[in-house]
């Protein structure tokens, strides 16, 4: 079984990114077309909220601010599966220490951080604005989360080792 190249498990995790890239900006287009027919059509927003048995009534200017603040979040989930599309892609091709996976590395770094500081800031202001409570972010999960941030920070290194040795046995004769 092969790691690298054509026809191997990387390729095989390339199209399933590919699939779940895909299907993330579906959901996006989705949440559009919910949060515009909640802001167009205001009797919907009461249905919604009876059906999901919400304790607080949300209005639709609500219900719309917290699709789009779960728009975004998708969103930044969207690029960094575009940034791991990317570097599987080279992975696929068989170009494991490709110069630009260190770059790509490095913002995939950044965007997992940035949407877990989103989420915080987020989940404070839906709480203080809305007087909903939600499940505390600390424990397991916030620890797992940091700790695959700082990991892919280390892999960027070590891609950017890779790529600095490659180019010096490129340089040698």
Same mark, same amino acid.
């Given at each position: 079984?092969?790691?690298?190249?054509?026809?191997?498990?990387?390729?095989?995790?390339? =199209?399933? +990114?590919? #699939?779940?890239?895909?299907?993330?900006? %579906?959901?996006?287009?989705? *949440?559009? !077309? /919910?949060?515009?027919?909640?802001?167009?059509?205001?009797?919907?927003?009461?249905?919604?909220? =009876?059906? +999901?048995? #919400?304790?607080?009534?949300?209005?639709? %200017?609500?219900?719309?601010? *917290?699709? !789009? /603040?779960?728009?975004?979040?998708?969103?930044?989930?969207?690029?960094?599966?575009?940034?791991?599309?990317?570097?599987?892609?080279?992975?696929?091709?068989?170009?494991?220490?490709?110069?630009?996976?260190?770059?790509?590395?490095?913002?995939?770094?950044?965007?997992?951080?940035?949407?877990?500081?989103?989420?915080?800031?987020?989940?404070?202001?839906?709480?203080?604005?809305?007087?909903?409570?939600?499940?505390?972010?600390?424990?397991?999960?916030?620890?797992?989360?940091?700790?695959?941030?700082?990991?892919?920070?280390?892999?960027?290194?070590?891609?950017?080792?890779?790529?600095?040795?490659?180019?010096?046995?490129?340089?040698?004769?």
């Amino acid at each position: 079984m092969r790691f690298l190249g054509p026809r191997s498990i990387s390729s095989l995790l390339k =199209t399933a +990114l590919d #699939v779940v890239y895909f299907g993330l900006f %579906g959901l996006i287009i989705g *949440l559009v !077309l /919910a949060t515009l027919s909640l802001l167009s059509v205001p009797t919907l927003a009461t249905e919604v909220v =009876t059906r +999901l048995n #919400v304790s607080v009534p949300l209005g639709a %200017g609500s219900q719309a601010v *917290l699709l !789009l /603040a779960f728009g975004i979040s998708l969103g930044g989930y969207m690029i960094i599966m575009h940034w791991t599309r990317q570097v599987f892609r080279t992975l696929a091709e068989g170009d494991v220490f490709h110069p630009d996976n260190t770059r790509r590395l490095r913002w995939i770094g950044f965007g997992l951080g940035g949407l877990e500081v989103f989420g915080y800031g987020a989940r404070f202001l839906v709480e203080r604005a809305y007087g909903l409570h939600l499940e505390p972010v600390y424990g397991v999960r916030a620890v797992t989360t940091w700790f695959s941030v700082l990991v892919v920070f280390v892999l960027a290194e070590v891609f950017k080792e890779g790529a600095r040795l490659r180019q010096e046995a490129d340089l040698t004769i």
